[in-house]
């Protein structure tokens, strides 16, 4: 790949122009793109996809994922991905990478524009034949531009994991508590109130010491999503059919259920029994965790509601205990509640990411061999 190496610096883009151009100055930025009416442009691009396979096609679009733009990258020779997509008479070029530039749409016109975008264009062309050697393109795609993943263990601090032992040991605690869990008193019972919040009380009392000094329904408006729907307005609180009755009924919107509030996230959650007669049929309670940021707050409740005998079950437990020990992926370079940058792994952990294999377009047969 020495077509990157042996360009004259004049005619060689520089990242900086680019990212000067398509930087993000807001969030309305990154999804809005940049129009370029400019028939010479437009035909440009054309011409660049008219080069090689598309990768994808259907009814309403055609995409190229994904051509390759040799640049100087801090001043290094390097290549950078570019998408193409062509919809409804414009083309749409993406860029991939953590430093979120915005796209491109080009349709026909007479406006200006600047150079730099022909360098784009036509050195995407000219290095098209390269894309065979992916191995050799490797090296020179910046980190930045590459998406991956890496396991918890090497990105969580040691206060979010729990030993693999502990795992195991509370893994095979519930394996026996549901093996017995159809003989446990409570176990496809009709429930009060009164009932529910004393097996809340269980998981609070577990957790937070605050709640001691409190009465079951005090530590559940203490600690709860305030959106109850009603729940604690029903007039017997030891009337387990005025309770059933409730929960065949529960409002749109309401929250009873979110024992831990979550204040913008999903908290922990115990649904109750709710018995054929009234509505799902779930003869157990069901606890569980919507947030990373609750899961040792939740195995700690149901650790404690397994010793105290209550008929609960959990069908997020495996895959909770294998983010605790660091064994589930994060996301390299793309964002999501398990995505990290590249830059936030240490160096010590850095040969763990597991780099995705890069895609490239195939070039069409008169452009896949190099002059």
């Not at 080069?51 to 040799?70: K, S």
């Not at 387990?240 to 929960?247: D, G, P, R, S, Y």
């Not at 157990?284 to 899961?295: D, E, H, K, L, T």
């Not at 605790?324 to 936030?344: A, H, I, M, P």
């Amino acid at each position: 790949m020495n077509e990157v190496k042996e360009k004259k610096d004049n005619n060689v883009l520089n990242y900086e122009e680019l990212f000067h151009l398509l930087k993000s100055e807001s969030l309305s930025d990154s999804v809005e793109p940049i129009t370029i009416e400019s028939t010479r442009l437009y035909i440009k691009v054309k011409e660049l996809t008219e080069m090689a396979v598309p990768t994808q096609v259907n009814q309403r679009d055609r995409r190229w994922n994904y051509f390759y733009v040799p640049l100087k990258y801090h001043g290094k020779n390097a290549v950078i991905p570019m998408s193409i997509m062509e919809y409804n008479s414009s083309y749409y070029i993406y860029f991939p990478s953590t430093e979120s530039l915005r796209s491109l749409r080009v349709t026909e016109g007479n406006s200006e524009y600047s150079s730099v975008y022909d360098k784009v264009i036509s050195g995407a062309a000219e290095f098209l034949p390269n894309l065979v050697d992916i191995k050799s393109l490797e090296d020179l795609v910046p980190y930045e531009f590459r998406a991956g993943k890496i396991k918890g263990k090497y990105v969580l601090g040691k206060e979010w994991l729990i030993k693999e032992e502990e795992a195991e040991m509370i893994l095979s605690e519930y394996e026996e508590h549901i093996k017995h869990i159809d003989e446990l008193p409570m176990a496809g019972a009709s429930i009060s109130l009164n009932d529910y919040l004393r097996v809340v009380y269980i998981a609070y009392e577990a957790v937070f010491e605050e709640v001691k000094e409190m009465t079951p329904k005090e530590a559940y408006e203490y600690l709860a999503d305030f959106r109850h729907g009603g729940m604690l307005n029903i007039k017997d609180p030891n009337s387990a059919e005025q309770f059933n009755k409730w929960l065949s009924n529960i409002p749109a919107g309401s929250h009873p259920f979110e024992i831990v509030a979550g204040f913008g996230l999903v908290g922990i959650s115990l649904v109750p029994p709710m018995l054929a007669e009234y509505s799902s049929g779930e003869k157990y309670f069901v606890i569980s965790a919507g947030s990373p940021v609750y899961y040792k707050t939740y195995l700690a409740m149901l650790k404690a509601l397994m010793h105290e005998k209550v008929p609960v079950i959990t069908p997020q437990l495996e895959e909770i205990l294998e983010y605790l020990t660091g064994e589930s992926y994060f996301l390299v370079n793309r964002y999501g509640s398990e995505g990290v940058s590249y830059r936030d792994v240490q160096p010590e952990y850095f040969a763990y990411i597991e780099w995705g294999p890069l895609e490239v377009v195939k070039p069409k047969a008169a452009f896949s061999t190099r002059e």
